[in-house]
């Protein structure tokens, strides 16, 4: 079993900066791909930004020149340093990976994991 676990949310004003964070533990073999999700009260869960483990990186619109993430393939951790932050884009956010597994060599997508909270005030 892999387990994900995101912090680094919290209350921001509008304009300012946040960093999430989303570890990656357990039976781990390696990981692909690694992304964000948010989603707001009322709204689906939407992609934010995903990286390769070749570092390619793509953004949804909303964020694109905004918010950047980044990979510690050492740590099996994945980033989100959000700047310029707008009301908008206040929600849970969420991580996931393609992992594979340890034991069984199997790739598969984790359960998702608690989020971490994003409230930015205008």
């Known amino acids: 079993q892999v387990q994900l676990v995101e912090s680094g949310g919290g209350l921001v004003q509008a304009g300012g900066s946040l960093r999430l964070s989303c570890a990656a533990s357990?039976?781990?073999?390696?990981?692909?791909?690694m992304a964000w999700y948010r989603q707001a009260p009322g709204k689906q869960r939407e992609l934010v930004a995903a990286?390769?483990?070749?570092?390619?990186?793509n953004y949804a619109d909303s964020v694109k020149g905004r918010f950047t993430i980044s990979r510690d393939n050492a740590k099996n951790t994945v980033y989100l340093q959000m700047n310029s932050l707008k009301p908008e884009d206040t929600a849970v956010y969420y991580c996931?990976?393609?992992?594979?597994?340890?034991?069984?060599?199997?790739?598969?997508?984790?359960?998702w994991g608690q989020g971490t909270q994003v409230t930015v005030s205008s």
């Open positions: 996931n990976a393609e992992v594979v597994e340890k034991y069984s060599g199997s790739d598969y997508y984790p359960s």
């Open positions: 357990g039976s781990i073999f390696s990981i692909g791909t």
């Open positions: 990286i390769t483990s070749g570092g390619r990186r």
